[in-house]
């Protein structure tokens, strides 16, 4: 049987993985694909990558007639999405790629965002989409906020251990390395090549990054009580990948264990061998998140290093996981491709 | 049914992409996988990207038992695979990916590589890879030889031009653009990030790089005349990707349609609007050739222009889609995967 | 004895390359910058790596007092420069960094640059700046437009060649490869960095780019008849850097002693010794053009090769040599510093 | 007056920088220029990026004759210099650039090298090369031992900090990204470029890296008790530059302040604003080191990011630097040039 989706946002670096992936699944059939600037356009103008695939041409949303599309992937900058989101019919299943609908709290998001939801009870409804850990949540989901993917990467680091309190939760430092493409195709003068490339920099230093927002709601539910994480993320001369650099107080032995049982019948999740550090390019492309343990040699500190494709398995990857799990799908299905390296 | 295979060669660049492309091919399986110089090591040790899959522990090829393989991919290096192809047994299927059964005449092949070649017998049997236009003879051979990467390049932009003789065979020019990663994983100074980042050089200047051997075999065969190019490669700092920038003389419009004529049936050749120019960055790790055709300013002049990844369409996509022929399945099957952008 | 000099358009690259030079020069100082979009900004909030530097404060030109300023380098938008220097003081020497004075010839500048031009007065006593090859005008000269930096570094590899006629005239071709600065710091789509890196591609294929009026000019006045040559220009995933190669039919050992003759007392010209090949990587940051000749394997057939820095020899470091000449300094004053590498 | 001098291991990077920065020096002419495996060739080479330059041919060490050299900069591999230098001149002044001489404990050599130091005596004399920390000993030592590129940046960032007690002393952590020229120009497979460019990683995890040496010794002296810091390097795809990210316990504006004060009158250390961050692409080929503090979200944490150029500031340039006070010369003599960006 084959799933019928629509993409909304298809001109973005997000909508394009989406397509990208879905192209190779078996069941799923993209039926529209929306870009409200570019409605008109084929994809394959907008993205020549892309021009060897049959799709629908860019259209307006308005123009879909969403009858009979199984799924809609909306892929459309925050703000923007929950205005859409909020307009579109109240029985379709959707996941969203963009960050309104992640928050649990409204005042929370307010305060990340700047502006007040207008979309609340759509909101209400909403379930966080890391896969891994609302699997049930999102098989019965109809609207499932995708993550934000450095705050994907965290918490893959850290869950387990937050769960386990194996860690210190009051002192817990990510550092982390963001590749470009995690910024959009938007045109701003600190992504273009010549600024970028080689040169790399801290940015939203001192713990104003909006994925802090993530970081707390969800490590606070764990823990249950309030938890705050220090993050700085850096960004880099690089297409694809986070690197989380995570400097905890624990035992570095049994944080590796608890992450080993944690993750030991995850399709995605690779826990490299205790000692070893993963590589972005060792995820390029890919669902997968690999992640190493290593015990410093000051006695009591461990660092956890995570790894994931920012536009795969931190958004577009993530999001056909859980349309995977809506539909009634094996999860996996369309997302086993290996890494590209180099 | 599914075919097993063995992958000699496995620890360098085509080595594991072949292993990449497989892992989703669907009646494909790899039976054993060689290494010398890495036997006893996981793959996942050599190619940490790999390590989800489940794949047999590198060996030595003496300890391969080619009972019930049905074919076996040659990814070792120029000369050593001519050595280890006339000790394997004679009918064993075998896609070679080296350049040592590529030239037809034993002489050219002594003038390009500097020896003498050492398996003459099975040098007299190979097929040339190229797999568009040897597709049934490589249908029903034992012994394919992949063709150069470079080669295959400028092959695409110029065989239905030399068959048709729409152009001047006495004038033509290849410039080839050419990533990093064709020149393999070997510890060469001017291949090191320090060396090669942020800089771009012309290389093999005058007419000396090795692949001159196949254009001057095949163009000279489609003619029924020697043909001679003229033909510069270029180190780019990038990791995959060749484009080819081929000036000739002769019509452009004719020429356009003579491509489009010529690959209006070809799964993984695009030919492009006229006018437009592919991108090295559109067919990064698929197995598609892109190709664009533009007039010049000055009459009777022509620019073809081709884009293909080295690894896949230009060495182990291509090695798998002449597999695909030689075991009688779909030609397409395991590479109709989207190029990864960005 | 100090010369003061003023810049217009500091903020973007070729302007702060230009400071970044002078910063080093003995005898010329900085006496206004300006940037009408930055007006009120320090160069330190503009380009923090101009931090460590005391520099007048960002203002509009309207607000500079040119009584007193001995050289004005004009590093504007083109058409823009041409009003701008229309309405300076007509007796200030001034360094144009634009095409708007290039072409001598206005109906050839419309054809090229799609407007009539604004400033003919100006445009009539603007002298061609190649320093190489302009030097006495230069010096003389109130009014100097410096060359594009592709059709710079295509007339280094050629005018020898055309001068002394031992290549053919009609059969030219230059393929060009171009790093990302060279368009500036302008927020466009193809300029991002997730865009560009990793990928390469051919643009203005087919004769369309605005040098060749350039190419155009200069080699039809050297060779006394029309001379069009065949260009097309490829931007690769580097920040600086232009790699000419090109194609001439010609004896090989007579085009490199033209070469050697011709640039024998030239401090900025290197040329390598017979059949080596030059690489962008060499030169990055300095003032050198370094030019390589090898001959093909088809006999009469040879390959120049030119490669310069487009920010530095390719614009602002001609400025200042421009500057230099005009200002009475000796011509390399603040230029000999090295190429940066890696 | 000028000084002669001799450059020991100039087939490395470090070497060409210093030949690179010297050329520009006013009253420095290197007399001599080493390197073993390259010995009768010339400097244009082995590093065509300095053939316009006249330079001595390279020479064995055993064909010197030190007669006549003012200094002498060994940019030789780790425990070779110790050999070399055992054996030079007794009274000849030399910087070394190497590791050899930088721990003044024999036992702490031999725990992080792994070798017992040959040149005990050499090693007695030493003078730490942090010049803004050793000034006074720099200009009348005879042996200077230039530090870690990595333990520099860590220094700048901390050593004031340290000094004053501003911040907990037992809760530090460098979180550092290093760029690939910092590990030369040796053959090893994890610097080629294709396994480096677009991807990134942790190594030396778990504060086994080599410059814990010189935090240990340099901050427990400081501090007159053992500190200890946590150390873990990550190489990112860029070919110069440091930037080390410290998260420290203290407060952030008192931090600012401590830094600010400490380097009021140094001409290289560049101190931001309040709440900016440095980049290395701000710092790229010059001897500056930018310094940026944050106060994170978390009362009483702050973050300290300080960038350089490892191979100037981290190396060459600090070598100069201390060279110029061990020749009576001015400290800043031909260092002062701008970063190169882009």
Known sequence: ????????????????????????????????????????????????????????????????????????????????????????????????????????DPDEYEKWYGNPHAALAQQKEAVYGLSEFYREEIKSARLVAGTGCNAATGQFALRPLIASAVIDLDDIILDLKCAVSGAGRSL???????????????????????????????????????????????????????????????????????LATAYADEPFIELLPFGEAPSTRHIRGSNFCHIGVAADRIEGRTIVIAALDNLTKGSSGQALQNANLMLGEEETTGLMMAPLFP
């Open 188 to 258: 701003k003068e600190n992504l273009l090549h010549a600024e970028l490339s080689e040169g790399y920099h801290g940015y939203a230093v001192g713990g104003t990054h909006r994925h802090l927002g993530e970081f707390d709601q969800e490590f606070s539910k764990i823990a249950g009580r309030p938890v705050k994480v220090q993050f700085t993320p850096h960004l880099v001369p690089a297409n694809r990948g986070i690197l989380a650099t995570v400097y905890v107080k624990g035992d570095a032995q049994t944080i590796h264990q608890t």
């Open 1 to 104: 049987m084959t799933h019928k989706v629509a993409i909304l946002g298809a001109s973005g670096y997000t909508g394009a993985e989406l397509v990208r992936l879905i192209s190779q699944h078996p069941t799923i059939e993209i039926a529209a694909l929306s870009a409200e600037r570019k409605a008109g356009m084929t994809m394959a103008q907008v993205f020549p990558h892309l021009r060897h695939l049959e799709l629908p041409v860019l259209c307006k949303i308005g123009e879909i007639d969403f009858t009979g599309i199984d799924l809609c992937f909306c892929a459309l900058p925050h703000k923007t999405s929950q205005e859409v989101i909020a307009a579109l019919p109240q029985d379709l299943k959707i996941v969203d790629l963009s960050a309104d609908f992640r928050l649990r």
